[in-house]
């Protein structure tokens, strides 16, 4: 702005120009803002003037997140979709931090063109358009191959073996790792296996210690976190139980010898064979005061003969050895009490 002043003088008026006014009142341009596209800003491709940003998909629980970039950028940095269509489901938020972001569950397939508008809180502005593509998720499945061990035979998924007694784990999962719920609707498991009705994003598992052989068809019924229904047969085979077998402790058939009025213990040990286990006295006679107890809780009953010898003498006596699928196993032993 330039100010004039009129000075009277003799005969006329002389009008005077004087100097602007102080550049602090002048009106100032705002700094220029831009926005970005690059693999480092956004993950962005810039193609034909439009920012290509990463692809989403549809349906479930696919969360969306895009990155909307600007130079210079500050808090005060305001965003706004000026033309075209963001993908359904998605939102271009109005602020969020250095830059904005789309986000949200996408609800359809397609290549969305859309033109986003930036404005400082100076007044600069800057435009962009950006393409979306949101693929359709492929429908979920019950899946049999080797990701969950599974090998499919004329419609049945047939999972890794198992063997009676031994602890055992089986997966049932979906294509789309999306979990879901989880039922048997026909057939059952190899007794000792169950199955959780749900246990993590991926499916479900089958585990457990089988108890029985043979081979065991069963059909899982799942819905899956977007509401479809999955359907499967499965089959495991469990093979027989390793054998029975007593294992001799350290000082083999002859135990290590007691003494009358010494407190006394000696435990009995086995392999293969299917829990849980019961021990006892078949035939001879234990030491007196001695007796057999339990030390490893239920699935080992009657695993240790202990107490305080009364009697000195050598005692002989067989052990017997029941597992719970009839399996058993005998060994003799032999005792010596000293005085």
């Known amino acids: 702005m330039r100010k004039t002043i009129a000075v009277l003088v003799t005969g006329g008026c002389l009008l005077l120009g004087l100097a602007a006014a102080s550049p602090a009142l002048a009106k100032t341009k705002p700094p220029p803002i831009q926005l970005l596209c690059s693999a480092s800003a956004n993950g962005g491709t810039l193609t034909g003037g439009v920012c290509?940003?990463?692809?989403?998909?549809?349906?479930?629980?696919?969360?969306?997140?895009?990155?909307?970039a600007v130079s210079n950028p500050n808090a005060g940095d305001t965003f706004k979709v000026i033309s075209g269509t963001v993908p359904p489901g998605l939102t271009v938020l109005a602020q969020y931090g250095s830059g904005t972001i789309v986000t949200?569950?996408?609800?359809?397939?397609?290549?969305?063109?859309?033109?986003?508008?930036?404005?400082?809180?100076?007044?600069?502005?800057?435009?962009?358009?950006?393409?979306?593509?949101?693929?359709?998720?492929?429908?979920?499945?019950?899946?049999?191959?080797?990701?969950?061990?599974?090998?499919?035979?004329?419609?049945?998924?047939?999972?890794?073996?198992?063997?009676?007694?031994?602890?055992?784990?089986?997966?049932?999962?979906?294509?789309?790792?999306?979990?879901?719920?989880?039922?048997?609707?026909?057939?059952?498991?190899?007794p000792g296996l169950s199955m959780p009705s749900s246990y993590g994003a991926s499916g479900t598992i089958v585990a457990g210690t089988p108890t029985k052989q043979g081979t065991f068809t069963f059909t899982v019924k799942g819905t899956d976190q977007q509401g479809q229904p999955l359907q499967q047969t499965y089959s495991i085979t469990v093979s027989n139980a390793p054998p029975l077998t007593i294992v001799l402790p350290a000082s083999g058939s002859t135990l290590s010898p007691g003494q009358v009025g010494v407190a006394y213990?000696?435990?009995?040990?086995?392999?293969?064979?299917?829990?849980?286990?019961?021990?006892?006295?078949?035939?001879?006679?234990?030491?007196?005061?001695?007796?057999?107890?339990?030390?490893?809780?239920?699935?080992?009953?009657?695993?240790?003969?202990?107490?305080?010898?009364t009697t000195a003498g050598t005692f002989t006596f067989t052990m017997k050895l029941t597992d719970s699928s009839g399996q058993q196993a005998t060994q003799q032993f032999s005792l010596t009490i000293q005085p």
């Open 52 to 68: 290509v940003l990463p692809a989403g998909v549809a349906g479930g629980t696919n969360t969306y997140y895009g990155i909307i």
């Open 104 to 190: 949200g569950t996408p609800t359809r397939a397609g290549t969305f063109v859309f033109t986003v508008r930036a404005t400082s809180p100076q007044g600069a502005t800057a435009a962009l358009a950006y393409s979306i593509t949101i693929t359709q998720q492929p429908p979920d499945r019950l899946v049999c191959d080797a990701s969950n061990g599974g090998t499919l035979v004329n419609g049945i998924c047939v999972l890794p073996g198992a063997s009676a007694g031994q602890p055992y784990e089986g997966f049932i999962i979906t294509s789309n790792n999306s979990g879901g719920t989880f039922a048997i609707i026909s057939g059952s498991l190899p």
């Open 265 to 309: 213990a000696q435990n009995f040990f086995l392999s293969g064979g299917v829990a849980p286990y019961t021990w006892s006295v078949a035939s001879g006679q234990l030491p007196p005061g001695l007796a057999l107890t339990t030390t490893a809780g239920p699935s080992d009953t009657n695993n240790q003969l202990a107490g305080t010898p």
